[in-house]
T-cell receptor
Framework: SAVISQKPSRDICQRGTSLTIQCQVD?????MFWYRQQPGQSLTLIAT?????????ESGFVIDKFPISRPNLTFSTLTVSNMSPEDSSIYLC??????????????FGSGTRLTVV | GQNIDQPTEMTATEGAIVQINCTYQ??????LFWYQQHAGEAPTFLSY??LDGLEEKGRFSSFLSRSKGYSYLLLKELQMKDSASYLC???????????????WGLGTSLAVNP
């Protein structure tokens, strides 16, 4: 399975500012997925990032608010722009990786706990 | 639309067996996943089913019936550390280029009591 290093693990930010979250994978992967998870809730997909092309955003998420970079097959960043308290959440990156018996599952970074004050 | 249903909460006793159900309605189907998530941690992969039947892995088993749009996760010999949220997710075929994303259920919070 792939191993993902996600930074920062947590941050407290002022409203109106931006935070960039980084995910580094120890192997080359085609797709990276960015999620948001609010307290006590399930995962909400923000966007899917392919290397060399623009990210595909889900309904309710726009590039101006959540710009994503994917410069190579092992790295991606998600920026939360012009933050408000409603952006307080856990942000997770995920990649598809090989599990046992040749099946593919999805591995997650350790998450970024963001608090906007 | 796409929909995945699972119970919100379940309670069980240490040493017992618990079954967490998941039903799904999606535009296509390309595999069902179960994940475990402890509070404050990232989800971790438990199981994957793409064909009908039971997949067993130690104390955890997962079952799939594609015709019924139904899966369950079976946890045996429950331990206190099994207290966590269990998430059901389906990989449904979508428009070209985006068919490998997952659709997630809201999760089942399992409390294991002594």
């Amino acid at each position: 399975s792939a191993v993902i290093s996600q930074k920062p693990s947590r941050d407290i930010c002022q409203r109106g500012t931006s935070l960039t979250i980084q995910c580094q994978v120890d192997s080359q992967v085609t797709m990276m997925f960015w999620y948001r998870q609010q307290p006590g809730q399930s995962l909400t997909l923000i966007a899917t990032a392919n290397q060399g092309s623009e990210a595909t955003y889900e309904s309710g998420f726009v590039i101006d608010k959540f710009p994503i970079s994917r410069p190579n097959l092992t790295f991606s960043t998600l920026t939360v722009s012009n933050m408000s308290p409603e952006d307080s959440s856990i942000y997770l990156c995920s990649v598809e990786s090989r599990k046992d018996r040749g099946h593919y599952g999805y591995t997650f970074g350790s998450g970024t706990r963001l608090t906007v004050v | 639309g796409q929909n995945i249903d699972q119970p919100t909460e379940m309670t069980a006793t240490e040493g017992a067996i618990v079954q967490i159900n998941c039903t799904y309605q999606t535009s296509g189907f390309n595999g069902l996943f179960w994940y475990q998530q402890h509070a404050g941690e990232a989800p971790t992969f438990l199981s994957y089913n793409v064909l009908d039947g039971l997949e067993e892995k130690g104390r955890f088993s997962s079952f799939l019936s594609r015709s019924k749009g139904y899966s369950y996760l079976l946890l045996k010999e429950l331990q206190m550390k099994d207290s966590a949220s269990y998430l059901c997710a389906v990989r449904a075929n979508r428009n070209a280029g985006n068919n490998r994303k997952l659709i997630w259920g809201l999760g089942t919070s399992l409390a294991v009591n002594p």
